[in-house]
């Protein structure tokens, strides 16, 4: 599973650097140092296609393969979701910092200038020791 | 004891768990100091007050049928079975035990149906993050988003993902992020998702108690600083703190929604200065809420099944 995500990643990576839709045996070529057979990557794509990643095209006699959204597109819908902060979303995933107010980004920053005192302080103790 | 007896003692267990212990228990100070003794007594608290309240409501139902609650519960099954689901109990009986079956299955149901959404949407987020974030070979299923504001974010699961964005390594000096790390770790070991999703569900499914509420905002606070005072223990405290405070004052650049804020009782803030200042450890609260956790559960269990 994990070399088949990590395939996955590969083709994705080609799909996103091509120019236009790409055909297996295009992918097969630019991915050519891990000498896959075209039927690993046919399998990889009816993978990103069914997980809603990429679109098949008829073209003549072969498929043609292009990604649904960029790679940006992805990485902002992934940012929003860890920014959500409705219910079932708080559940999904546990994020490090929560919203702050002005006021409480002003106490923060002073907070912060504590803290990276006490840390210079404790570097020097060490130092010393 | 009589059902009559332990129908009135459940209910006014219930009725105080749900009410003024709930309520007593979000505003204690104590809270701060020992953490994980209050997330195990709101634990104790929300079970016993989920069995108070069906108990209650099933011993008065089935009192008709006499025998205590177990003796009624079978007798009445093995009525049921025979097709004679209400006859011996009465209209006015029935329909409470109607009720009760109704409240359990919303109880479980949307338990179960949350669990399935999160489940989905956390599956969908780990396919998307490996498929177009960097691996980071720093921390055991580390991801790397690039994206200019700092972010950092764990996904729970079988498979759990570490997440920062290339903002979040930018804002961050070296200890910090072992600091972060150690904190999301924290939340991936102690399965705090599963306490969260829980209590969101209960939240969920009895919108109209503000005690439910309240409990979900406080398994949600201190589930923060469990996790908090366990990275403290395996990486720099201070660099948490710092962490804490970058991330925090960086935020609030971004436009954050309106409303986000009431998620959290205790804020950034409080947890920043907590790190930095560490109130001494309660002895003698943390015993008690152990026991008490332990009382609050047992009672209700032996109400129900020494009732005559």
Not at chain 1, 67 to 85: C, I, K, Q, W
Not at chain 2, 252 to 263: E, H, Q, R, Y
Request: charged share 20%; net charge positive; aromatic share 4%.
């Amino acid at each position: 599973m994990a070399r088949l995500g990590e395939l996955e990643r590969a083709v994705m990576e080609v799909l996103w650097s091509a120019d236009q839709a790409c055909t297996a045996r295009d992918i097969v070529d630019a991915l050519s140092d891990r000498e896959l057979a075209a039927t690993t990557v046919l399998t990889v794509l009816s993978r990103l296609e069914r997980k809603g990643l990429v679109r098949r095209d008829r073209d003549g006699r072969a498929h043609r393969y292009r990604p649904l959204a960029s790679r940006e597109e992805h990485v902002a819908a992934l940012m929003r979701e860890a920014l959500d902060t409705a219910d079932d979303r708080v559940a999904a995933l546990a994020r490090f910092v929560h919203e702050v107010t002005p006021a409480e980004a002003d106490a923060l920053a002073e907070a912060l200038a504590e803290a990276m005192r006490r840390r210079g302080k404790q570097r020097q103790q060490e130092a010393v020791q | 004891m009589t059902m009559a007896v332990t129908a009135v003692a459940l209910a006014v267990l219930a009725v105080c768990l749900i009410g003024p212990v709930s309520h007593t228990l979000a505003q204690a100070r104590w809270v701060r100091r020992e953490p994980k003794a209050a997330l195990v007594l709101w634990h104790a608290v929300g079970l016993a007050a989920g069995l108070a309240a069906l108990g209650a409501s099933a011993a008065v139902a089935l009192a008709p049928l006499g025998g205590g609650l177990l003796g009624a519960t079978f007798t009445w099954l093995s009525s049921a079975v025979q097709g004679d689901v209400f006859s011996d109990i009465g209209v006015g009986h029935s329909l409470l035990l109607i009720a009760t079956f109704a409240l359990g299955f919303r109880l479980v149901g949307t338990l179960a149906l949350n669990t399935w959404r999160t489940l989905r949407a956390r599956r969908r987020h780990r396919t998307l993050v490996d498929l177009v974030g960097r691996p980071w070979p720093k921390a055991r299923g580390g991801r790397v988003l690039d994206h200019p504001e700092a972010v950092a974010y764990c996904l729970p699961g079988l498979t759990p993902r570490v997440v920062l964005t290339s903002g979040a390594l930018k804002l961050l000096d070296e200890e910090e992020v072992a600091a972060v790390l150690a904190h999301e770790r924290a939340h991936l070991e102690g399965r705090h998702d599963l306490s969260v999703l829980t209590f969101g569900a209960w939240a969920a499914a009895l919108p109209w108690f503000p005690g439910v509420r309240r409990a979900r905002r406080a398994v949600q606070a201190l589930v923060e600083m469990v996790a908090d005072d366990r990275a403290s223990a395996v990486s720099d405290r201070t660099a948490l703190a710092s962490a804490l405070a970058r991330f925090g004052a960086s935020r609030s650049l971004s436009t954050a929604p309106l409303g986000a804020l009431a998620a959290a009782d205790v804020t950034t803030l409080e947890r920043v200065q907590r790190l930095l200042n560490p109130p001494p450890p309660a002895r003698l609260a943390r015993v008690g809420a152990y026991v008490s956790a332990v009382l609050l559960v047992a009672a209700p269990t032996l109400a129900l099944l020494a009732t005559a």
